[in-house]
């Protein structure tokens, strides 16, 4: 019985990893500094390709994310590290000449 939970797990392990992609194999446009200020507080994305990190300052409260950023193939989702985003909208460049992109209902700027 313990061999076959094992072997499920590895099974399940394999499955779940073999659903994204490096961001570099589906889309390049997310690698930068991308930036959220409001009157909420400050949300930074660092996308790069060795490591990126996800910062999120709102009053009294910090989280902060570093690990090798990940996309599904859909570009449904974005993994840094270990948290998930759900992308909303893909980057793109709106009417004022700055790209944008909307990660879990919250819209980003990019920054060169």
């Known amino acids: 019985m313990r ?3 094992y072997l499920i797990s590895i099974i399940s392990l394999i ?8 961001i570099e194999e589906v ?3 997310y690698f930068v ?3 959220n200020i409001d009157g909420s507080g400050i949300r930074q994305l660092n996308i790069n390709q060795v490591n990126s990190t996800y910062f999120n ?5 910090t989280i ?4 090798k950023a990940r ?3 859909n570009e449904k ?4 590290g270990f948290k998930g985003f759900k992308i909303d909208q893909k980057p793109y460049q709106s009417g004022n000449g700055f790209f944008t992109m909307v990660i879990d209902g919250v819209t980003y700027e990019r920054y060169e």
């Open 33 to 35: 500094y991308w930036e």
């Open 57 to 61: 300052l709102e009053g009294i409260k």
């Open 71 to 73: 996309v599904k193939k």
């Open 64 to 67: 902060s994310v570093t690990g």
């Open 15 to 22: 499955f779940v990893t073999s659903c994204t992609k490096d």
């Open 27 to 29: 889309n390049p446009d």
């Open 77 to 80: 989702k974005l993994r840094i």
């Open 3 to 5: 061999k076959f939970i």
